[in-house]
């Protein structure tokens, strides 16, 4: 009964995770280009951590600083796992860039391996860029205490990305789009890899331009672009391309005043920040408006915001004001106390009254929280916004007795397929991959809220993709295990050697006899991988008892029973591997041994 109770947690992502570090290790990226040419820098974490709210300025100098002049930033795009990411910037003349940006999910900082922002320079001689007095960053445990590593960029090779276009569609790009990258140094032996997009033909048109074209339908956004000569030169890019759940704001010096830098008229008023990402003008009304000035109608004004750019004012009650705008031309909006300085009190987007379109930011292993191709059967957790009710609903069962593929008015499609649903929110999905889909392919992930669907995603299929599932729902740190007399392996709950552990995961793809998608498993219909399974704790081969289905669970949990090797020593974080065929589940999951 208890283990089935765990099971249940975990599928449906309930578990509570541990509170993240107060520390927060900001580390600017060092980019090689060749003089004169465009250097997209990126800024990571030195550790995944959820990030709410961020204001980060970043000096510059080097060679060619600019000290005494606006730094010439051309754009900058904020990566988030959710999709609700909204961000504004200015250029300022004492030689720093200042962002501030806002993510209501806590989506920035979420994705291993991805950075929270990066934006794009043209280089002389080289320039140094660091971390400056006036960052602050929090998340949902509250402010971070920061260190900073600076970065920047060297003068040296041949080889450079300026920019990577997709043409004649955004978003989601059909199978045969083309993918047009301009740089520099490129050769007829340079090699170009998508990270999870499948590619059917490379063109190198010069030396300054390739094409590339998609073999599927493929969401192209924040993808991670790497383009590599024969010599060894590589350069890496990332991609804000068109529609997206991350957004990219242009910048000039005067795209916004923030509110240190203006003298605010009274205590306790508050700035209000338009800005409209459209391709047209667009004609925007705010009520309450402080001072409005001449031709204003009492406290409301009407203005037109030209496509691209930003409009600030003050406001007398933020909670009482409005923004409207007409549906065709959505702008989202930021406003903050004027005096004294705080965090922003919101940055919102400011949508039309019609229902709103489901946007999937990510989608990953539920067990492992990483990117990367799913498997069949695999429970996978899907990002973005708009996705489901504003009150979670967990998972419940058919008139058949299997798991539900329509839950709270939410589906989620698989190549149209309807997947079974474990868990629904707004910001966050809990699925198993039907069974049905072809492996080795790149399937179309659409979700469905209240009759109103999303764009479609293009994700590629593996074979197996295991991910053992762990205790805080990171993916790292102590594993899902049960020890021998079905108790919580834990520091506290070591496992003897020479004992069963029972561990937990999903993604070990096709079975026999075929799995049944959303089917909750009995001890008379086991299934087992048609690929061999193996499992080393502590570096060490650890005999596999019975690896299949876990009994009283839904088909996609994954329960592999191996004896720990008799031999290893106590330890309270022993590392723990499932291989699959080939493949191995995540690394830094651990199982504690007295």
Partial sequence: ?????????????????????????????????????????????????????????????????????????????????MGD???????????????????????????????????????????????????????????????????????????????????????????????????????????????????????????????????????ITGKQIVISNPDGEQVTYWGGLGASPYYTLPLSPTSLALCELMGPPLEDTWNLVVQNPNPVAAQVTITDVFNPGPGAAGQLLTVTIPSGGTYETYLSDPPDSTVRSDPST?????????????????????????????????????????????SLGEIVTIYGVNMGPVTPAGVTLDSFGNVG???????????????????????QLNAVVPYEIYPDTVTALQVEYNGVVSAAWGVPVAAVAPAIFTLNSSGQGAAAVLNQDNTVNSPANPAQPGSILQIFATGEGLTGPAATTGVIVDA?????????????????????????????????????????????????????????????SQPAVTVALK
């Fill in 1 to 81: 009964m208890f283990k089935k109770a765990l099971i249940v947690l975990f599928s449906a992502g309930i578990l509570s995770a541990q509170a993240p570090p107060l520390l927060l290790d900001i580390r600017v990226s060092t980019e090689t280009v060749p003089a004169g040419s465009m250097a997209q820098i990126k800024v990571y974490l030195g550790s995944p951590q959820p990030i709410s709210y961020g204001k980060i300025v970043l000096a510059f100098g080097g060679a060619k600083g600019y000290i005494d002049s606006p730094p010439p930033v051309q754009a900058a795009t904020v990566f988030s796992a």
């Fill in 85 to 219: 990411v909204s961000a504004v910037g200015q250029v300022d003349l004492g030689g720093t860039f200042t962002l501030i940006f806002s993510s209501p999910s806590a989506g920035v900082g979420r994705l291993p391996g991805v950075p929270i922002m990066e934006f794009s320079i043209p280089v002389g001689n080289g320039l140094t860029v660091a971390l400056f007095t006036g960052s602050g960053f929090s998340g949902p445990a509250g402010n971070y205490v920061m260190t900073g590593q600076p970065g920047g960029a060297v003068v040296g090779g041949t080889l450079s990305i300026e920019t990577a276009t997709p043409t004649g569609s955004s978003g989601t790009l059909p199978a045969g789009s083309i993918l047009t990258i301009a740089g520099t140094g490129f050769q007829n032996t340079t090699a170009v890899l998508i990270e999870g997009v499948s590619v059917a033909s490379v063109n190198i048109a010069s030396s300054s331009l390739i094409t590339v074209t998609l073999a599927g339908a493929t969401e």
């Fill in 524 to 584: 008379g219909s086991l299934r087992s991988p048609l690929l061999p399974v193996s499992v080393t704790i502590g570096g060490e081969n650890a005999l596999v008892l019975y690896p299949g289905s876990a009994p009283g669970s839904v088909a996609g949990l994954f329960q592999v029973n191996a004896q720990v090797p008799k031999d290893l020593a106590p330890n309270s974080a022993v590392a723990v591997v499932l291989t699959v065929g080939s493949v191995a």
């Fill in 405 to 427: 593929r329509n839950l709270n008015s939410v589906q989620v499609l698989f190549d149209g397929i309807p997947a079974p649903l474990l868990y629904v929110s707004a910001s």
């Fill in 330 to 374: 959505p702008v989202r909006i930021m406003y903050f106390l004027s005096y004294p300085f705080g965090d922003p009190a919101g940055i919102y987007p400011v949508v039309s009254q019609a229902a709103p379109v489901p946007l999937i930011g990510s989608i990953v292993s539920a067990a492992s929280q990483a990117q990367a191709a799913v």
